[in-house]
């Protein structure tokens, strides 16, 4: 199974802050990569997907980076409704595996 | 794009839950549904896949003979089987599409969950 790695585990942060969490695979994974935004009580919310792509709705503060074996997911400026758990997730192969998850809190 | 799951369930262990996800405003079948879980306070666990195109599956080993998932087209609904629970089974379970543009329909390749339902709490509890 392939492994997923995120730092750090927990971000204190400010509104307008820049916030950027790493999510790093044991094994190549090419851009095979997902990001997901999950608020207590919540289901997961798609962000990003190959690595890098916007998904549809999501405001352009968030961008992602990187293949292979090393990700970043950034926010620009740190807005109120941004404060959240993040997960990375690899869509190389099967199983799918997440990260364990960043809480950006205040 | 709509996924609707079934309503919290209280199972004793060692017997069995079933999760049903209906999915609505897409095609059905061009989609698959995987199942995740998490545990109380802890990450995303994913379970496994099933095509809704032709019913194959893939499922995490850790679930593999404990599991069954299965696809009603005729009411586009997907269901989710665990059986044997033990207590650490308690856990919100998610359905999740299957999708992205990089997606294969037949294998499950390249999936990024783009939608999810949400949540069905089961407790298991003597």
């Known amino acids: 199974d392939i492994q997923m790695t995120q730092s750090p585990s927990s971000v204190s942060a400010s509104v307008g802050d820049r916030v950027t969490i790493t999510c790093r695979a044991n094994?190549?994974?090419?851009?095979?990569l997902a990001w997901y935004q999950q608020k207590p009580g919540k289901a997961p919310k798609l962000l990003m997907y190959?690595?890098?792509s916007l998904q549809s709705g999501v405001p352009s503060r968030f961008s992602g980076s990187g293949s292979g074996t090393d990700f970043t997911l950034t926010i620009s400026s740190l807005q109120p409704e941004d404060f959240a758990t993040y997960y990375c997730?690899?869509?190389?192969?099967?199983?799918?595996?997440f990260g364990g998850g960043t809480k950006v809190e205040i | 794009v709509q996924l609707v799951q079934s309503g919290a369930e209280v199972k004793k262990p060692g017997a069995a839950v079933k999760v049903s996800c209906k999915a609505f405003?897409?095609?059905?079948?061009?989609?698959?549904i995987s199942w995740v879980r998490q545990a109380p306070g802890q990450g995303l666990e994913w379970m496994g896949w099933i095509s809704t195109y032709n019913g194959n599956t893939d499922f995490a080993q850790k679930f593999q003979g404990r599991v069954t998932m299965t696809t009603d087209t005729s009411t586009s609904t997907v269901y989710m089987e665990l059986r044997s629970l033990r207590s650490d089974d308690t856990a919100v379970y998610y359905c999740?599409?299957?999708?992205?543009?990089?997606?294969?329909?037949?294998?499950?390749?390249?999936?990024?969950?783009?939608?999810w339902g949400q949540g069905t709490l089961v407790t298991v509890s003597s």
């Open positions: 094994q190549g994974i090419s851009s095979w």
């Open positions: 190959a690595a890098s």
């Open positions: 997730q690899q869509a190389n192969s099967f199983p799918l595996t």
């Open positions: 999740a599409r299957a999708g992205g543009p990089y997606y294969e329909i037949l294998t499950g390749y390249y999936q990024t969950l783009d939608f």
């Open positions: 405003g897409y095609t059905f079948i061009s989609h698959g």
